[in-house]
Each structure stands twice: as C-alpha cells, then as structure tokens.
C-alpha cells in the first residue's frame, strides 16, 4: 500500500506578522515559514503506518518553494520512501493547490493520501476534502488514528467533548489528519545533510491549476483590540487578583 | 436575493449549539439582505423542527442519524444544486470540514472559511475571517453563491434558539456510493478528572515548552487547589491526556477562574474557554490573541512569573 502526504509550510505563528503594502496579504518578507503541523501528523501517521508493516511505501509531495527541498529531505530523513516536487506553477489558493496535488497524484498513483487536517492560512478551505473532490475519492476528515485491513482503512474521527465516531473507508481514499498515533519525530541535521547528499527529489509538473477559489481577499488587518485585558505589572499585582476572586 | 441555508448538526439526537448560532445569524442576514433562512436536517432531526423556530422553512434530505462524512455531503449537494442558495452556511467544526469543501469544490462555488463575522453588503455578503490562529482578520466579499464555515461560538446561539412551527419539506437526496461506512460511535474513556466541574484551571499551552516543564504548573494548581488543563498540542505531543484538554476537539469550560500558562489564543482553544468567569493570561507574546478575551494579563515570562507566585504562595 502507498501513502502519498502532500506537504505545505505556513508562516510560524510565533513571528510578529505584519500586511504588506496591498492591505490584502502578509507581508511574507521577514518572516519564517516552517512545515504546516498538521502535515508533520500526516507524515508521522503514515511513517508509523510502514513501520507497522500495514504500508509499503510512503511519499512526501511539495510544491515548489524556498523552503520545498529542506522539507522533502526532512521528510526522507524521518522515513519517507520518495520525495516529489511539483513544479511550473504557483498555486494561489487551496484550489489551486489541490489542483496541483490531485494532478500529480493522477500520475503518482496512490492507496492514500494524508493531508494535515486544516492550515493556519487556508481562507479557501481545507486542502483535504478539497483534492478528493477532484480525484473521486472518499475523504474523512479530523482523524487521530488509522489502521489497514484489506482494500479499507479503518479511521477515527474525532468530534467535540472527546467523542469519536469509527467509519470504514474503501481506498483510494484522502484523510485528513488532526493527529497521530504519536507525536511526530525529530530529524537529526547531521541525517537530513546526509539525505541531502544522497537522495533526489523527483521534479513533476504540477499542470493546469485551473481557475482557483472565485473568491478574493478585500482586505487584511490584525484584529482591532478591544477593551482586552488589565494588564498586571508584577507577581504581587497577579496574587491581589487571585485573592479578590477568592482563589487564595 | 437567494435563501441562505443553514447546515444543521447534531450528535445523539441533539441539535448541537453552532446549529442555532448560525440560525440566528442567518435569520438576521436573510431580515437585511432578503431570501429566505432554511435550515436542513438530516435523520429523524425533523422531527424536532420544532426548535428550529428561526428558520423560514426546514428541508430534511432524510438518511441516517449516524453522520457520514460521504453520505452527508453527497445530500447537501443535492440540496444546494437544487435550490440555488445564495449562502451556505456550514459549521467549522469536525463534520462541517467534511461538508463545507466537499460540496463547494463538487458545484465549482467558494469557500470562506473561519468565518468570525459576516454582513450583508451590496448584493452579496462581507465575511471575516479570523486566521493565523487569530492574529488576523481577512475580508472576503463574496457575491454570487458561496459556502461560509462558520467558526463555534462567533454568534449567540441564544439568538438562533426559538421555539416555532416552520413547515419541514422532505427531500429526496444523494447518498453517495457507500465507500464510507459508519461502524461507531465512541464515548471518551472514563477520567480521573472532569476539567468541566472545575471551579479553578490552570490551563497550559505550548509555551511550557517541554513535558518536564508541566511540573511547575502542577505546582501551581496544587498550592491554588485548582485542576490542571491544557490546549491541543500539549495532548498531540503525549504529554498530557485528552480528557484536560480545553478547545474545539476538548472540553468546553467555564471556571470561575482560567488562568492561562503559554496558550496563544488560537480560535480552536478560545472556543472552549471564552465562559469562564476571569481569565488571567500569562504569556511572553504582548501580542498573543489570549489577552484579547482575557480579564488579566502578564506579558511575562511564564516561568519566572508561576515560579515566584509559588514561592510567595508557599
């Protein structure tokens, strides 16, 4: 069985993120991108998945970008079979971008496909559902935990309060992956300068995007701040509160 | 001005709240933009039209009470293809993520989601996104049909709650091909705590920074006779069970006193603890979307301040 995990980079919440001049999208200048965590938890699952001997092959999938290269050679470090970049083309929003996964996904082949379940910036929707309507395919999504048996998979979904609802899933299939089994891996950077050294990545043309979401951003601004909170100066400060609402 | 369907959910044979939160907010943009505010039910949930007063009309499209990813939105579709709506309004929530694009990528329509805010504007609708784990706010006009994901908790379910008689039209809808079966429905494992009986949380996020670290906030809530809760990645990291977990996918909680160790504010955790009486945040981000909802805050770091609260508590 293959697993094929497309992987995406999202700016890193930590970064103090400013709009550019067009008042409509981040300024993308100074600030840092790293691997959608989602994704991370995709590509886990479905390592752990061919560590189990459930699967026999995994492949991590990227569209072309600064970081692209790192991140698919981070994803053969951890345990990936294969890396694929799609290339010529600059998707624009998750349409697009499923676009280009489903169509190198036609050529890749695949039993399934593990997306990170949401993304931090994805305004035009999840990534997931979004590539199995353009490859016919089933797609459960918000899963934390997937096992193989025969032609299906058997997932959990995850809704509110902790409960859970159990659905067998005929492949191919797309899932899209709130969590793992376990918590992702770490790649040691003396491993990923090795697999830099040593592995390829495979170029594929990412095709015909088609004509994305129909819906564009009018505009873009941090929240305005409201009234928020008191803000306290010290520990002393932060004790006379816990003592006017009774918790010491 | 097309009808605005609402997209109902349930779970044991309940309507869950973020129905009647977008059914307010629907009947309100309906009042202001014209068409109509539907509600579509699935199952035997017709047969409670009743407390979906604030729907102009119900279309139940039938089917399982057990929700289906496949067989769910396959009805939706349906229904959308049929009707023309002018606005989907769809939960972002885990079964609306298996609708909202399913259906809006099958019908060539947009999507908006993380919707926080929405209003009628010229001949369509202006939605506000709440993105970035809540650090921005995107405006998108959308004109023509679309499908909004509406965020949980971003209007009063108390609006959408009204007792009525709407009629209930019975549809006759898709039910896909059956390569999704529900086998389950599975109760959470029993706990030795229930964080939503909790008079005082200490509640920690990803600036805790490692397992060994959670010690000091056990510390805390030790001295403070509080429980100990967290958000999401502390729970996808192993470090600390699903049954603290305060959010979207957790628990929903409202102490009478939050305090708030290295949680961001994402709108998946503020969901779950919005109700709380105080929040107190503490947090090294003076930017951090938690101070926004919170009543006190310390733009400090975390572990010089429980460090000396200790201490002093001591």
Redesign the interface.
Known sequence: MKIVVPLNQVPDLVEDLEVDASGKALDTEDIKFKLNEFDDHALEEAILLKESGAADEVVAMAVESDGADKMLFTAIAKGADKAVKLTGGNPGDSHQLGKAFANALGSEGFDMVFTGVQSVDDRDGQLGPIVASYLGAPCVSVVSGVSVSGGSAVVHKEYSGGMMGEFEVDMPAVLGIQAAKQAPRYAPVSKIRQVQETASIEEVSMGDLGSGSGSSVASMAPPAKGSGAEMLDDVEDLIEVLKDKGVI | MGDILVITEH?KGEF?DITFEMLGKAKELAGVAGGQCVAVTFGSMSGKAGELGAADFVISVGGSD?????SYASAVQSVVSAKSPSLVMVGS???G??I???V???L???????CADMSASGSGF?VT??????????????D?S?VA?VLAGAFNAETGKSAGSPSVEDFSAESGDG???????????AADVDITQSD?LVAVGRGIGSKDDIELAEELAEV?D?DLACSR?L????WMS??H?VG?????VKP??YIALGI?GAPEHIEGMKSSS????INS?K?A?I??V??????EDLFD?VE??VE??E
């Open positions: 779970l869950q057990d929700f289906n990813p496949e929530t885990s079964m993520m298996d909202a694009n399913s809006a990528t099958a060539n329509m947009p999507t908006v989601s993380y202006s996104s709440s993105m970035y784990g809540g650090k921005m706010n995107v405006v998108t006009n959308v023509g679309a994901m390569k999704i079966r529900f086998k389950q429905l599975i109760e959470p494992e005082i403070l509080a990645p729970v996808d990291a192993g699903k049954a977990q979207k996918s957790g628990m929903k009478k006193v961001s105080t929040i107190i945040a981000d930017n979307p101070f926004d919170a009543h006190y805050g310390m733009a301040v000396e609260l002093e508590l």
